[in-house]
């Protein structure tokens, strides 16, 4: 599968995603040892069964690439508007450099709405932040929305339409999905969210409009 570079429109910034949060609220493991999961001391702690915890071991799944696993810590509600194996896929093709990158700090910047963890990551040179929302099921932590995923889904789209259409390039209607499947993850929680097999449908729709175009 070839991976497009995403246009700036397709990408979601890391400032927008924490300013974005605030709308987020209005809808709503087996570990390595300690030294590599937890912050080194003085840059916060992750307590046993707190939201940071739950966010690290998140992160630890996506630097092993342990897809299915990481698939399964997503909200059902996620899973099924967006699909368990196209987040697999979306994610795999997001990869970057970051998964190999080494866990600084993960702290909670508030506790107002839902639960958002941060996870700072150092990476050939440069800190990057990794932002988690969380809830509750029951006694296990879900990721509601991250980073990760929302960067990688523009990019994973584009790519499929891309690859249906026989371009070597993705076309307007190609980012233009890109960017209405990052707008789908973000409303999931919305009042009004959106369900059921929304990145095919999406892909499907710009692949129709690539081939009609003259």
Same mark, same amino acid.
């Given at each position: ?14 400032? =927008?995603?924490?300013?974005? #949060?605030?709308? #987020? ?28 915890? *739950? /966010? ?12 299915? @696993? ?5 909200? !059902? ?5 967006? =699909?368990? !194996?196209?987040?697999?896929?979306? #994610?795999? @093709? ?17 506790? *107002? ?28 932590? !879900? +990721? ?28 307007? *209607? ?6 209405? /499947?990052?707008?789908?993850? !973000? ?9 059921? =097999?929304?990145?095919?449908? +999406? ?12």
């Amino acid at each position: 599968m070839r991976a497009f570079a995403a246009t700036r429109t397709a990408r979601v910034g890391i400032a =927008g995603l924490l300013c974005g #949060l605030a709308f #987020l609220a209005a809808g709503c493991s087996g570990s390595d040892e300690q030294a590599s999961r937890s912050p080194q001391p003085g840059k916060g702690e992750a307590a046993p069964g707190s939201p940071e915890e *739950a /966010a690290l071991d998140f992160f630890r799944l996506y630097q092993t690439s342990s897809w299915p @696993v990481l698939a399964g810590g997503y909200d !059902r509600r996620v899973v099924r508007a967006l =699909g368990a !194996r196209s987040m697999m896929d979306a #994610l795999v @093709v997001g990869v970057g450099a970051v998964q190999k990158g080494t866990v600084r700090k993960v702290q909670t910047p508030w506790t *107002a709405g839902p639960t958002v963890v941060t996870v700072t990551v150092r990476a050939q040179g440069k800190d990057s932040t990794v932002v988690y929302v969380l809830a509750r099921s029951g006694e296990t932590w !879900r +990721i509601r929305y991250d980073s990760l995923l929302a960067e990688a889904l523009p990019i994973y789209v584009q790519t499929e339409v891309s690859e249906r259409t026989g371009q070597v390039e993705p076309s307007e *209607a190609a980012v233009r999905a890109g960017a209405e /499947a990052a707008s789908v993850y !973000r409303s999931l929680f919305s009042p009004k969210p959106r369900t059921g =097999g929304a990145l095919e449908r +999406i892909v499907e729709s710009a692949r129709t409009d690539s081939t009609a175009a003259p």
